[in-house]
């Protein structure tokens, strides 16, 4: 068994949930099976190491899966202090908005019933929207909201490749058995300058999320944060306060945000990918390091150990390059 973050095989079982084997779906409706949670020695995640019959049984609920029940499909409401009452993606995406351009592609990655397009139509309406979902039960409906333009169903794959700017993952990341592996896809469909805005329950101020029995992962702000940062994000807005209950992260490039931290403007964005070469990030093109010259300093936004690796293949591969202009912290 391994962590479904890091992939450490240092996982621990801590035990079932509760005296009893009763548990609840996310769709709030309780279910008479066993819970165990796990967590890894190395990140710290807390995780549920699903059996063949857990898996069994999870797709049952997705099968007759009701979103927001208790609501009457209406999504939950947050009350944030001076404001209106509004539902949460709403108030997320609101603060969100001051870091989104006026016009952009926004792809719902997990869209359900459509709760976060009701709300980014009405704050974004320049904006494109396009939906992915594992089923086509709310095909129809989403397809019939203001700016929606496509709607997927299985297979990720045919999502076109450096297209959106913004993809949400709303209360979807917490479901699918590996975390960092999906976030980590999202770099082929996002353009340049593109961010990710998730939100997933917060176990440390809502512990009876260990009890959801189809939720894998179960996340604290550091965790959430080592997940994001392991796929190759930065977290630009920690939306903390947003939710009482909930985390919400938008993330974006490191190389991006670094590039903000600067005493000057760079020169260039460097990509090894040709489909991101020739495009511009705030102005700034984007090159192949083989276009670079052995006099231009190059920082990096990774870790040691990975700039170290990367510097190296590099300066082997293009020969104007030289280990010795890779800046990073060590």
């Known amino acids: 068994m391994k962590c479904c973050v890091c992939n450490s095989v240092r996982v621990v079982r801590l035990g079932k949930v509760g005296a009893k084997p009763g548990a609840v779906t996310s769709d709030s409706a309780l279910i008479q099976h066993p819970v165990i949670v796990w967590r890894c020695a190395d990140c710290g995640?807390?995780?549920?190491?699903?059996?063949?019959?857990?898996?069994?049984?999870?797709?049952?609920?997705?099968?007759d899966y009701a979103g927001h029940r208790l609501s009457s499909g209406r999504e939950q409401l947050v009350f944030p202090p001076g404001l209106p009452p509004r539902p949460r993606?709403?108030?997320?995406?609101?603060?969100?908005r001051p870091k989104l351009p006026a016009?952009?592609?926004?792809?719902?990655?997990?869209?359900?019933?459509g709760a976060v397009l009701k709300s980014a139509g009405k704050l974004l309406p320049d904006w494109q929207f396009q939906a992915?979902?594992?089923?086509?039960?709310f095909r129809e409906e989403i397809l019939r909201l203001p700016g929606v333009v496509g709607f997927t169903s299985g297979n990720p794959a045919q999502l076109p490749r450096a297209h959106f700017d913004l993809i949400v993952v709303w209360h979807t990341l917490e479901h699918v058995p590996q975390p960092s592996n999906m976030l980590r896809t999202f770099h082929q469909w996002l353009k340049p300058d593109g961010q990710v805005l998730i939100q997933v329950p917060d176990v440390a101020r809502n512990p009876y999320d260990l009890g959801v029995v189809d939720h894998v992962s179960h996340f604290t702000n550091a965790t959430l944060r080592f997940c994001a940062r392991s796929a190759g994000f930065e977290?630009?807005?920690?939306g903390h306060p947003w939710t009482h209950n909930c985390l919400t992260f938008l993330l974006g490039s490191p190389e991006v945000l670094l590039s903000t931290q600067l005493p000057i403007t760079p020169q260039c964005f460097l990509d090894e990918d040709d489909r991101r070469v020739g495009s511009k990030i705030n102005g700034i093109p984007i090159v192949h390091p083989r276009e670079l010259r052995a006099t231009t300093p190059i920082v990096m936004p990774f870790l040691a150990e990975t700039s170290r690796a990367i510097a190296l293949r590099l300066a082997s591969q293009c020969p104007g390059l030289k280990p010795e202009q890779f800046l990073y912290a060590d």
Do not use: F, M
Request: glycine residues 8%; proline residues 0%; charged residues 25%.
């Open 103 to 113: 016009r952009g592609v926004l792809l719902d990655y997990g869209a359900g019933d």
């Open 45 to 63: 995640h807390l995780q549920k190491l699903h059996t063949e019959d857990d898996w069994r049984v999870i797709g049952e609920i997705y099968n």
């Open 235 to 238: 977290i630009t807005a920690d």
């Open 132 to 137: 992915l979902d594992i089923t086509n039960k």
């Open 89 to 96: 993606s709403y108030h997320a995406l609101e603060q969100c």
